[in-house]
């Protein structure tokens, strides 16, 4: 009984994938092709250790004049990555309606 609840509670609790959410096998040859990858943790966390060739662009600070600093481009393919892929679901959602259209999450993140 208590087995059951225990799975019942894990699988309400496990985020379903969304669109556009990709596993690290995905990212790394997404990455391959020359996608631009975002790191959208703070810069703290960034200078603790991030992905060769991440950009840096905290979630809270993505906004029409800091993406076009990095990305002009909006059919680019752009990876968004944090620690837990939280923040990067946002980061994608605010990509998206800024009208980049090829945005991918790293679904549940990456530690570093």
Do not use: W
């Amino acid at each position: 009984m208590i087995k059951h609840i225990i799975e019942k509670i894990k699988k309400n609790l496990k985020r379903n994938l969304d669109n556009n959410d990709i596993d690290i096998k995905e990212f790394e040859q997404k990455m391959k092709k020359g996608a631009v990858v975002l790191d959208v943790r703070s810069n703290l966390e960034y200078t603790e250790g991030h992905i060769d060739g991440a950009i840096c662009l905290p979630e809270y600070d993505i906004n029409i004049e800091n993406i076009n600093k990095v990305v002009q481009n909006k059919d680019e393919t752009i990876l968004v990555y944090c620690s837990t892929g939280e923040r990067s679901k946002r980061a994608k959602q605010k990509l998206n309606k800024l009208g980049y259209k090829n945005v991918y999450n790293l679904y549940e993140g990456f530690s570093i």
